[in-house]
T-cell receptor, first 115, second 114 residues
Framework: DTEVTQTPKHLVMGMTNKKSLKCEQH?????MYWYKQKAKKPPELMFV???????INESVPSRFSPECPNSSLLNLHLHALQPEDSALYLC??????????????FGSGTRLTVV | AQKVTQAQTEISVVEKEDVTLDCVYE???????LFWYKQPPSGELVFLIR??????QNEISGRYSWNFQKSTSSFNFTITASQVVDSAVYFC???????????FGEGTQLTVNP
């Protein structure tokens, strides 16, 4: 299995809703990431988990709450979002870059619309 | 600080033309990793290649080739005999040894017209 699976693929939520994005990988990667991508822009790093511990938080607003329940699963809990949070949310995983020939594997993303 | 510059915002070619996408990077790390990703309209980032800073060999994979020149801090990507299916946004990206942060360029929108 060489994939990162993200669910749901599309999500529409109101500003008072609570929802969660899910990301799963079974490649044995011990680093997992959340990126946010606005239209016509590159992905921007939000969070990094390394060995199930949060190692980087890029000053993301608290309405985004990440969780890493185990080495294969990464969640992003959403609460009280704003319309400007509408974007493509990408999950990625990686193995240490000094091993192997690859690096970061990205999921197909969740297209989030906040209304 | 790391920086990746893709000066070409949009490129439009006719099918079967060759096209080169430019990428220039800045880093103070002595060991680093360079990547190219393809993003079709569906949104998924598709891995194309990774190059280690200590390996300056150029690489060819089918119609794709990459030219890594450390002296000019460039990692350019050429598509030979382009096809309509090559239409996508292409991102060049850079990571340091720790691998904890992938820095992307702004991307180049490639349109291949039939």
């Amino acid at each position: 299995d060489t994939e990162v699976t993200q669910t749901p693929k599309h999500l529409v939520m109101g500003m008072t809703n609570k929802k969660s994005l899910k990301c799963e990988q079974h490649m044995g990667h011990r680093a997992m990431y959340w990126y946010k991508q606005k239209a016509k822009k590159p992905p921007e790093l939000m969070f990094v988990y390394s060995y199930e511990k949060l190692s980087i938080n890029e000053s993301v607003p608290s309405r985004f709450s990440p969780e890493c329940p185990n080495s294969s699963l990464l969640n992003l809990h959403l609460h009280a979002l704003q319309p400007e949070d509408s974007a493509l949310y990408l999950c990625a995983s990686s193995q240490p870059l000094d091993r192997g020939r690859y690096g970061y594997t990205f999921g197909s993303g969740t297209r989030l619309t906040v209304v | 600080a790391q920086k990746v510059t893709q000066a070409q915002t949009e490129i439009s070619v006719v099918e079967k033309e060759d096209v080169t996408l430019d990428c220039v990077y800045e880093t103070r790390d002595t060991t680093y990793y360079l990547f190219w990703y393809k993003q079709p309209p569906s949104g998924e980032l598709v891995f194309l290649i990774r190059r280690n800073s200590f390996d300056e060999q150029n690489e060819i994979s089918g119609r794709y080739s990459w030219n890594f020149q450390k002296s000019t801090s460039s990692f350019n990507f050429t598509i030979t005999a382009s096809q309509v299916v090559d239409s996508a946004v292409y991102f060049c990206a850079l990571s340091g040894l720790s691998g904890s942060r992938l820095t992307f360029g702004e991307g180049t929108q490639l349109t291949v017209n039939p």
